[in-house]
């Protein structure tokens, strides 16, 4: 048998084409796709085949060209905007999502807010701003989701912190602890037509405007010694949409991070 041919078998058989579903046809929604880790995950649903609402709050530019780059994947791809911190507009988005798209299998809960907070000055406003986006948002777009008949896989972006406590980010951090017990919730009330899983992301991509230079450390300090990269994350998002039997997990791809005593900050 010529190399190249045994070497086609061996990345169909063990390598990533088999890990991934073929998605042609499905519909999918992503918040947060206009940058980062949500364009990644938009990005990775249209190569397997789906097609994409992007969803933005700000960044219409970017959600633009995230749709050109999903389109050339040969799907169909929106942009749709959103301020996730009114409940209406959430709705909305899910509605026009199902209208541009037709029902929708998959709904990725990415987008979020990352502020600075403190347990000892941390406000009331800090939490209720925190959670706003990062845990009420998406428990409305997952019910108007299952409202509308929606049937397959909601994806859950969590954190690594979960596991632990976060010193700095205090409201941040309870937003996604309440965030990963709806997800939990959600699996259980939405079954058995939707599987609801989490994925929790270490050290990946550095928060707007900082540096990289403490990334890298808190890399380091994993048992995989190293920051991962967005294709971590989406490569989880895509094992979760293919799974028939699984729901209720948090998949934690921060190299080992959630296993170590956790005292962030
Ligand atoms: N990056 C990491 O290494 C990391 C680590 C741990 C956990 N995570 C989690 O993984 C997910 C993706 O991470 P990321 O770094 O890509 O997220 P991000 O850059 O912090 O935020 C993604 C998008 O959320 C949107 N957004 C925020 N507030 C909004 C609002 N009120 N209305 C509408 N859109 C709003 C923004 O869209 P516009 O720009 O269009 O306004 C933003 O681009 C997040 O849930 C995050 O918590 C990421």
Same mark, same amino acid.
């Given at each position: 048998m010529p190399a190249t041919t045994s070497a086609a078998i061996v990345e169909e058989v063990?390598?990533?084409?088999?890990?991934?579903?073929? &998605?042609?046809?499905?519909g999918a929604l992503v918040t947060g796709a206009a940058k980062r880790l949500g364009r990644e995950i938009a990005l990775a649903l249209a190569r397997a085949?789906?097609?994409?609402?992007?969803?933005?709050?700000?960044?219409?530019? +970017?959600?633009?060209?995230?749709?050109?780059?999903?389109e050339a994947c040969g799907v169909h791809a929106w942009a749709v905007r959103a301020d996730l911190s009114v409940e209406e507009e959430v709705r909305d988005l899910v509605d026009e999502a199902y209208r541009l798209a037709g029902p929708l299998d998959i709904l990725v809960n990415s987008a979020s807010t990352f502020h600075a907070s403190d347990f000892a000055?941390?406000?009331?406003? +800090?939490?209720?701003?925190?959670? +706003?986006?990062?845990?009420?948002?998406p428990l409305v777009a997952a019910r108007r989701f299952v409202e509308l008949g929606?049937?397959?896989?909601?994806?859950?972006?969590? +954190?690594?912190?979960?596991?632990?406590?976060?010193?700095?980010?205090?409201?941040?951090?309870?937003?996604?602890?309440?965030?990963? &017990?709806?997800?939990?919730?959600m699996a259980l009330r939405f079954a058995p037509g939707v599987q609801v899983n989490g994925v929790a992301p270490g050290s990946i991509l550095s928060p707007s405007g900082q540096g990289a230079e403490h990334l890298e450390r808190l890399g380091r300090e994993s048992p995989l010694s190293r920051v991962g990269e967005p294709r971590d994350v989406s490569d989880a998002v895509l094992f979760l949409?293919?799974?028939?039997?699984?729901?209720?997990?948090v998949v934690f791809v921060d190299g080992g991070r959630h296993l170590l005593e956790m005292n962030h900050g």
């Open positions: 063990v390598g990533r084409k088999s890990m991934i579903k073929d &998605l042609r046809g499905r085949g789906a097609n994409v609402a992007i969803h933005y709050g700000r960044s219409e530019e +970017d959600a633009r060209t995230v749709v050109r780059e999903a000055t941390f406000t009331r406003a +800090d939490l209720a701003t925190s959670i +706003d986006v990062n845990a009420w948002a929606g049937q397959g896989h909601i994806v859950n972006l969590l +954190d690594t912190r979960v596991a632990g406590f976060d010193w700095r980010h205090v409201a941040y951090h309870a937003a996604k602890t309440l965030f990963a &017990l709806f997800t939990r919730q949409v293919a799974t028939r039997y699984v729901t209720g997990q």
